[in-house]
């Protein structure tokens, strides 16, 4: 067990903010970016099935093709790692069984001690109603990895900047994502804030706890 | 400042799972509440809007009417608080004032001063395309919270058990969500973890980081 007080999660998402500027000129140590890649990965899922990649781009050149995509936003180019974020656009039995696959070989049981867990899924995502909105069900995976991701940049002391704002379809064709199954979702930038952005100091915005949680 | 040390976040990532028995007789105390309902409070949303409430349903009664609509499992009714994510299921000019006035209220200054935020805001989210879907837009940002949720109680040393597999339908019909403006997205009953949950010891399954991020 590593715990930490509750005082320390709440000053570091307080600390945390939609970065604006980034310092060019400070980037990502390697182990620094191995463990938030790891905190990616560790990311839960709908049934475990991590129905998405993260694309982590540092090229300078990528980055500027990126950048007019994304509304124009310098901290495309000026982050340490301008992470997107995609989910698969379809889903088949395939990806059941690359995971039942994993799962087996991780836990060291056969598949077929997995084979009603596979029914399941099966019945749930691939063969019912939820097969109707898979790519928004996958969609919606991602977005608890860009949550994950935010609060775990915080925890690090690094910044980020979420950004719905781009053109996916773009950003698909740049990174040559059409025909992979993946598409790109939602871009965060990562890295660390320029010390005179003046947004870091701007008093964070949120509605009252009374307003937004309810005890029933 | 009061960043983690890396491996404390993995530790607490690694640690955490999707716990299938709670321990009944072990409630969040007053403080550990407060906090994690903070957290959930501080979640970043697009454009900062927060379209969103959290309910936390502790009452027995309650709890037990929830659980046929959750495939019956029992963690709904073991845990200490179980949480619903509720998202917006439209957004109108309403909602923009909402949050431009307390953007002013905040940060002391006019609202005039922000109505370029707000026409900006406008353009994108009730007059541009992205009003179509909305609602699934609303649903995404509740996913961020879903994230930062799970994560947060995993560092706090607290258990959750994320559930996409409940009756949304019906939650709103038993939470008197109806007419509201917001509807049940997804649930997540935290507390602790009963020690004989077999569960706890299996082996997490996480495809290897090479496949799942990739460097550009």
Redesign the interface.
């Given at each position: 067990?590593?715990?930490?007080p509750?005082?320390?999660?709440?000053?570091?998402?307080?600390?945390?903010y939609?970065t604006k500027q980034f310092d060019p000129t400070k980037k990502l140590d390697a182990?620094?970016w191995?463990?938030?890649?790891?905190?990616?990965?560790?990311?839960?899922s709908?049934y475990?099935l991590?129905p998405?990649?993260?694309?982590?781009?540092?090229?300078p050149e990528?980055k500027k093709a990126l950048r007019p995509l994304s509304w124009g936003q310098a901290q495309v180019e000026d982050c340490s790692?301008h992470l997107v974020l995609l989910g698969r656009t379809g889903l088949t039995e395939v990806d059941l069984d690359r995971?039942v696959n994993?799962?087996a070989a991780?836990?060291g049981v056969t598949t077929e001690s997995l084979a009603g867990y596979k029914g399941f899924m099966m019945k749930?995502l691939i063969e019912g109603p939820r097969s109707k909105t898979i790519a928004?069900w996958a969609?919606?995976?991602v977005?608890?990895?860009?949550?994950?991701?935010?609060?775990?940049c915080a925890?690090?002391?690094l910044d980020a900047c979420?950004m719905?704002?781009i053109d996916p379809a773009g950003y698909d064709k740049v990174?040559g994502l059409e025909g992979t199954g993946y598409t790109t979702r939602v871009a965060c930038p990562v890295g660390y804030r320029l010390a005179t952005d003046k947004y870091a100091a701007?008093?964070?915005?949120?509605?009252?706890?009374k307003d937004?949680?309810?005890?029933?």
């Open positions: 067990m590593s715990t930490i509750s005082e320390s999660l709440l000053t570091q998402l307080k600390w945390r939609a182990a620094t191995a463990a938030l890649a790891e905190s990616l990965v560790l990311t839960p709908s475990g991590q998405w990649k993260f694309l982590a781009v540092t090229s990528l790692h995971f994993a799962t991780t836990r749930d928004e969609a919606r995976q977005y608890i990895a860009l949550g994950q991701l935010m609060t775990s925890l690090l002391g979420p719905e704002g990174l701007l008093a964070k915005v949120r509605y009252a706890v937004v949680v309810e005890v029933r």
